[in-house]
């Protein structure tokens, strides 16, 4: 009886093994992405952001795992996505845009939270200062809506002085009222007239051009906005539609039909994101790391786009481009 009861004990015992083995195997971390976005408008960001994580030792899939909301350019979801994360208690939360930063730092403060976007953090209320952020939350900010006389400047260079140019913004985007002022600034200091167009859903985009035309804009100023990314078929439609000169602040819109462009490389952006969330889930601490900032932006023109639309780029701002698509 008595070996019987031990080879029942040692039965028992081999079959737990594994699961033992199992339970004390550390927990895969995992990343969830809060993305104002779509998976077809993000996805050559994601995949930068899966390449900075690679290249701080994280694979998805080996030794880290991906939580992806979309909002769809809902901008009232994402309090509840932003919830969806924390509930499920991811270890990082990576914002793209600002919308999505504001409703994750409002979800936590303690779940460490990177952001990528084009303001100022310190202005939004997001972090301390760029050297010491302070709390839970760092990142990389591209500073696109700080680039708005540089980019204006350019697209006045290929409209008639005679007449105004346009801009269309989205005014639920927590940059508009900012972004409008800079821009108005910018084109006081160059002596031209500026037309505001706001379109807040994609249904609202007729009806922003159409007061473009009416008031005879040479050329269109889009503002940096998450949701132009997903209506970039149907903006670019319309630009070619009313033969408007049109000015991007990101160069995928030049690639797939826009005239010009003046930026950062957003891919880049959003691997040194991904960077900064590896370098935290190995245990460095958000307040302690500096927002990061790119120091390169190139101007890209679409040559093929400018012929279409039957302008002449002035050699004077053909020479400046750092990148020409024919």
């Not at 008595?2 to 895969?28: F, Y």
């Not at 995949?47 to 979309?70: I, S, T, Y």
């Not at 709390?135 to 990389?140: C, K, M, S």
């Not at 409008?180 to 609202?204: E, F, Y």
């Amino acid at each position: 009886m008595r070996l019987i009861g031990l080879a029942v004990v040692l039965a028992v015992s081999l079959s737990l093994a594994p699961l033992a083995a199992r339970a004390q195997q550390p927990t895969m971390p995992v990343v969830g992405v809060l993305n104002m976005q779509t998976p077809d408008s993000e996805a050559t960001q994601l995949k930068a952001l899966r390449q900075g994580l690679e290249e701080a030792g994280f694979v998805e899939g080996q030794n880290v795992a991906f939580d992806l909301r979309f909002a769809e350019g809902r901008n009232d979801l994402l309090p509840t996505l932003a919830a969806e994360l924390v509930r499920r208690r991811v270890n990082l939360i990576v914002a793209n845009t600002t919308p999505p930063a504001i409703a994750a730092k409002a979800a936590t403060s303690s779940i460490p939270i990177v952001f990528a976007f084009g303001a100022d953090p310190v202005e939004l209320g997001l972090v301390a200062s760029f050297n010491r952020p302070g709390g839970n939350i760092t990142g990389v900010a591209f500073l696109v809506n700080k680039l708005v006389a540089k980019r204006l400047e350019l697209l006045a260079e290929m409209a008639p002085k005679a007449r105004p140019l346009g801009m269309l913004v989205d005014p639920n985007n927590p940059n508009a009222a900012s972004d409008v002022k800079d821009t108005q600034a910018a084109a006081v200091v160059l002596g031209r007239r500026l037309i505001i167009a706001k379109a807040a859903t994609q249904n609202d985009l007729d009806a922003a051009f159409a007061t473009l035309v009416e008031n005879r804009v040479a050329a269109l100023f889009v503002a940096p906005n998450a949701n132009f990314r997903i209506w970039r078929n149907r903006l670019l439609a319309l630009v070619v539609q009313h033969k408007l000169p049109s000015s991007y602040s990101n160069a995928d819109f030049v690639r797939a039909g826009g005239l010009m462009s003046y930026g950062p490389d957003q891919a880049g952006v959003y691997r040194l994101a991904g960077l900064y969330a590896g370098r935290i889930l190995k245990g460095e601490k958000p307040a302690e790391l500096p927002v990061m900032q790119p120091t390169k932006f190139d101007f890209v023109i679409n040559l093929k786009t400018a012929k279409a639309l039957g302008i002449t780029i002035p050699p004077s701002v053909l020479g400046r481009a750092d990148q020409v698509i024919e």
